[in-house]
């Protein structure tokens, strides 16, 4: 069940509910009318338990499936803790105090619940009404405009509760909306100060009023819909815009091939593992929705009571994102008495921090898979949102490819990430990024928020500063842009920031789109592609790819390349912009910038993780609709070209065409034995053996592929094997023949 919550405010004392403590803080008593937003406002619900009261019933019991333990370790439960979340508010609050409110909503661990439309209406007073006045009324779903249950009742999804405790129904909390109170956010600053909104469409005129300290209920967060101003992030936008959002996960069979796999995959295991048809068990549908994904179902009891029902889709309360760094920050600060609150972390909090670190691995892992195809890197898009997706600043993700030669030897690598010098006031550091941010070589995934000159120059005349720094260089710590400069740029002109709560546009978002994603929803909810001819460009009424394809350049000497999708949660550039642009302004904030800093590299440096990986060979085939995957042991990378295998395992070898240009023509998968070491001498074009030791011929090559699998002979060191598959047709380039590229095996 979900407990009814409140949120905290930005004022003194401020008070963290679920962490036990309040920290007095100098900020804002009262909220400005550009910050304020509808909804459930402070002590309008009253007499709410704390997370220490849920354990009792559901924790300590099962591990596995309890809410209590998953729920501890989740970043969400760390928000309040969170040294990076707090090292920003300490910015934001200095550009527009009271702007810390916005962030506070969502990132006080007590959280907030909404229901929805059709069900239990919250406390909501005049004019602060989370709802249009329309028929039927449409919700305010972001930026932590919660609507409470001002009763006695607990909310949860089931009908059928055994609980000490009266509750409610709620369907909504199955729903993604309910993920959308905070996973979209909206800054009500820009939404109805800036010049456009902070919007790909500004908002018609009435909308909102523009005036400085104007009634709330002018404002645009009181008259407009969040997702259509001042884009801070969209994750919950991102994925009603995609296909997956209404996608029943018993309909997984019909998604694309390239679909059936990683976090997807892994959703719909999860969903059927209980219920075969992928629904609830009660019946209610069920797509693959946030809570899917990131509250996996199990088979489990919800309380450690002797009559709670062992429930067949018992969703984990895990909430695993891919951020598995701030964990050990949010440690090591504890153990030092440097986290702004809750520097306590018992054992069970401590081992729950650890399980966390681990699922976000492996979360990541399923994100995305990337395949080489002829002279391109497939990178496809496995999550129902943008990859990556969440809070822009310090976040990438990029390709890694490791060129090498015939002899093994390294002979150029893009993307490579290692040791800088730096500089900061008064130190000297060795600190680990993007070594060339500039190689036109670099395929690198990002969000780069910015500042237009129109709402720079109204900055401006609302009295900040001129010499406010919008970034620094990385090396130097010089500064890179101030709001004059951003005011004097050329009017079609973006500066790049990163403060967040002064930036009014999106000067580039190159993240891959998830499957489905339409223009049409995507500029209705500010979540385009910048520009937006990337993956496909598909324009109104269309439909964006889901994958990348990343050209290749193979150095002319290189003979393999090992191709890695790498993410890093929190890049060095951010950390010292939070470091260098923390003036003091908020006096029990001034360290925070320096305590992330000392954290960040004390703690790995928040290194970045693979996602996928795949090899490149200069065996190529005639790169056309036809592909040869080969498996070591049912798992890795399927479309590497160079694997090993081991005396006992399994080899899985399959041919097919993935758009369907060979079925139903001769084919064949061909074998060549040879020792390792050496290389068979290549006779044509696009063909990479000289004879055939074993083949499996295929009359008909069928729509869905085929294949064979291998039992790994002992005792076969020092051999290799090299597949390849073959297609007979005229409709194939050379009017023969289409070939796959050839994939080696190397038994050890």
């Known amino acids: 069940m979900v407990r009814r919550t409140t949120r905290a405010r930005s004022c003194a004392p401020f008070l963290i509910p679920g962490l036990g403590v309040a920290a007095a803080f100098a900020l804002p008593l009262i909220v400005p009318t550009e910050v304020q937003q509808p909804g459930t406002q402070p002590s309008e619900v009253s007499n709410l338990g704390s997370v220490v009261q849920c354990d009792n019933c559901h924790g300590g019991y099962d591990l596995a499936v309890e809410p209590a333990f998953g729920w501890k370790g989740s970043t969400m439960a760390q928000a309040g803790r969170d040294p990076l979340f707090w090292a920003t508010v300490a910015i934001a609050e200095g550009d527009f105090p ?172 999860a969903a059927t593992l209980g219920v075969p048809s992928g629904d609830y068990a009660d019946g209610a549908p069920r797509t693959f929705t946030c809570q899917t994904c990131h509250m996996p179902p199990a088979i489990g009891k919800g309380c450690n009571k002797r009559d709670a029902p062992l429930r067949p889709d018992l ?8 951020n598995g760094w701030v964990q050990d920050a949010i440690v090591w600060l504890a153990q030092r008495d440097r986290l702004v609150i809750g520097n306590t972390l018992d054992g069970v909090q401590l081992a729950a921090l650890t399980a966390s670190k681990a699922r976000a691995s492996e979360t990541l892992r399923g994100a995305a898979r990337v395949a080489p195809v002829g002279n391109t890197a497939r990178i496809v898009n496995l999550t129902g949102h943008k990859l990556l997706t969440g809070y822009p600043e310090g976040r990438r993700l990029w390709l890694n490819v490791r060129w090498f030669d015939r002899a093994g030897l390294l002979v150029h690598e893009d993307g490579a990430y290692g040791p800088i ?40 005349g609302l009295g900040l500063p001129a010499a406010t720094p919008l970034g620094f260089d990385r090396v130097t710590g010089a500064v890179r842009a101030t709001l004059d400069d951003a005011a004097a740029a050329p009017v079609n002109g973006r500066t790049k920031s990163l403060r967040f709560v002064l930036n009014d546009t999106m000067v580039e978002d190159s993240r891959i789109p998830p499957y489905g994603f339409a223009y049409d929803e995507a500029l209705l909810r500010g979540t385009l ?26 150095p002319a000497n290189a003979a393999f390349a090992e191709i890695r999708l790498l993410y890093q949660p929190t890049s060095w550039e951010y950390v010292q912009f939070l470091y260098l642009a923390n003036q003091g302004a908020v006096p029990a904030l001034a360290t925070t910038g320096a305590d992330l800093l000392d954290a960040w590299l004390a703690t790995g440096m928040a290194a970045p993780q693979v996602v996928a990986a795949s090899t490149w060979c200069v065996e190529r085939g005639t790169g056309e609709d036809l592909e040869l995957t080969t498996e070591v042991d049912g798992g890795g990378d399927r479309h590497g070209c160079r694997k090993t295998a081991s005396g006992g395992g399994e080899l899985r070898v399959e041919i097919g065409s993935p758009r369907g240009g060979f079925a139903g023509t001769l084919a064949a998968i061909v074998f060549e034995i040879f ?28 729509s869905q592929g085929a294949g064979l699998t291998l039992d790994v002979p002992s005792g076969a060191a020092g051999i290799s094997v090299r597949i390849q598959g073959i297609a007979l047709a005229f409709t194939a380039r050379n009017g023969l023949f289409a070939s796959t590229d050839a994939h080696d095996i190397e038994l050890r």
């Open 98 to 269: 009271g702007a810390g409110d916005l962030c506070i909503r969502c990132h006080s661990p007590r959280g907030w619940t909404d229901p929805d439309d059709s069900e239990w209406q919250g406390v909501q007073n005049a004019p602060f009404l989370a709802r249009t006045a329309t028929t039927p009324p449409r919700s305010f779903r972001g930026s932590g405009m919660f609507v409470l249950w001002g009763g006695a009742e607990f909310h949860g999804p089931y009908s059928d509760p055994v609980a000490r405790h009266s509750t409610l129904q709620s369907r909504f909390l199955r729903s993604s909306a309910a993920c959308g109170t905070c996973h979209d956010v909206s800054n009500p600053v820009t939404g109805d100060l800036a010049p456009s909104n902070g919007a790909m469409q500004p908002l018609p005129p009435g909308a909102f009023s523009g005036q400085p300290g104007s009634a709330v209920t002018l404002k645009a967060a009181f008259l407009a819909e969040p997702h259509r101003y001042g884009v801070v992030e969209r994750t919950y936008s991102e994925h009603v815009g995609s296909s997956l959002a209404t996608t029943r996960v018993g309909a997984f069979a019909s998604l694309p091939v390239e679909l059936q796999d990683g976090a997807i995959r892994a959703a719909h295991d």
């Open 315 to 322: 969703p984990r309360h895990d909430l695993t994102g891919g």
């Open 421 to 460: 010098a730096v500089q900061l006031p008064g130190r000297s550091l060795t600190v680990e990024s993007i070594l060339d941010l500039d190689d036109p070589r670099l395929r690198l995934y990002e969000a780069q928020p910015g500042i237009t000159p129109a709402w720079a120059s109204r900055l401006l």
């Open 529 to 554: 592609p910048v520009p937006v001819t990337q993956f496909g460009d598909p324009g109104p009424g269309g439909i964006y790819r889901h994958r990348d394809e990343a050209p290749l350049d193979p």
């Open 675 to 702: 020792p390792t070491g050496t290389r068979p001498v290549s006779p044509l074009p696009g063909i990479w053996f000289d004879r055939t030791d074993l083949q499996l011929l295929l009359p008909s090559l069928p």
